[in-house]
């Protein structure tokens, strides 16, 4: 078991994205996929999860750099609300 299993307690899965890519190595892209797109699928709402044309477009801009994800603006249907 990965050493990073054993003390794995992210405040969000968006915490739990950049977490498994750093602690994992697993690429961002597909981490982010992990915690936005396969929950979508799972529960049914197609038009959310990716950044695609047609999608529903809810979208946030963060920032990692200090070891902690800070959000700095947020969209949601394509249109600036935070």
Same mark, same amino acid.
């Given at each position: 078991?990965? @050493? ?6 992210? /405040? =969000? !899965? %968006?915490?739990? @994205?950049?977490?498994? =890519? ?5 690429? %961002? ?5 992990? &915690? ?6 799972? &529960?049914?709402? =197609? ?12 979208? %946030?801009? /963060? ?6 994800? !800070?959000?700095?603006? &947020?969209?949601?249907?394509? &249109?600036?609300?935070?």
């Amino acid at each position: 078991m990965p @050493a990073c299993w054993t003390r794995y307690a992210p /405040v =969000s !899965l %968006l915490e739990a @994205a950049f977490q498994l =890519s750093r602690e994992l190595g697993i690429p %961002l892209p597909r981490t982010i996929a992990m &915690v936005t797109l396969e929950p979508a699928r799972m &529960v049914g709402l =197609s038009d959310r999860g990716s950044i695609e044309p047609g999608q529903r477009a809810d979208l %946030l801009e /963060v920032d990692a750099g200090a070891g902690f994800t !800070l959000t700095r603006q &947020v969209w949601r249907e394509g &249109v600036r609300i935070a």
